[in-house]
């Protein structure tokens, strides 16, 4: 018997590869890199262990459910539609890029992209008003 195999927690004595970690998770050899709760690896990347089907080249977590790659935006593993390029996460559900709002990854109806901002609790506004959780006051 290989000792560096062998589980000594089994008690049918089988072996085991697996190598234990925080999240007792073992379900790919790859290597895989944990960011919030999207992981990657060389091919892939996954939402809470749900594989998508974006590239994980350019990937990259940016909070508060959002992420991106350099193509595509995803909001908690479902793809948003709207530009990567220029796309930030503003905060409170909101994120933009240099034309378009989404709130918890739908887009809104703002008139301009440029002039809207995060304020508190929900709150936001743009050159022509004032939203609550997504939805123009």
């Known amino acids: 018997m290989n000792p560096l195999r062998h589980s000594?927690?089994?008690?049918?004595?089988s072996c085991s590869s697996r190598s234990s970690n925080s999240s007792g998770n073992s379900r790919s050899k790859k290597t895989k890199?944990?960011?919030?709760?999207?992981?990657?690896?060389?091919?892939n990347v996954y939402y809470k262990y749900k594989k998508l089907s974006i590239s994980p080249i350019g990937?990259?977590?940016?909070?508060?459910?959002?992420?991106?790659?350099?193509?595509?935006?995803?909001y908690k593993g479902d793809k948003v539609n709207i530009s990567a390029v220029g796309f930030n996460v503003l905060g409170h559900g909101y994120a933009k890029n240099n034309f378009d709002v989404v709130y918890k990854g739908r887009k809104i109806n703002v008139n301009n992209a440029k002039?809207?901002?995060v304020l508190l609790h929900g709150k936001a506004k743009d050159s022509n008003g004032y939203f609550y959780k997504g939805k123009r006051l």
């Not at 709760?37 to 091919?43: H, I, P």
């Open 8 to 13: 000594s927690s089994s008690s049918s004595g």
């Open 115 to 117: 002039s809207f901002e």
């Open 33 to 43: 890199k944990q960011i919030n709760d999207y992981t990657k690896d060389a091919f």
């Open 59 to 74: 990937f990259v977590a940016l909070g508060d459910g959002y992420a991106k790659n350099n193509f595509d935006v995803v």
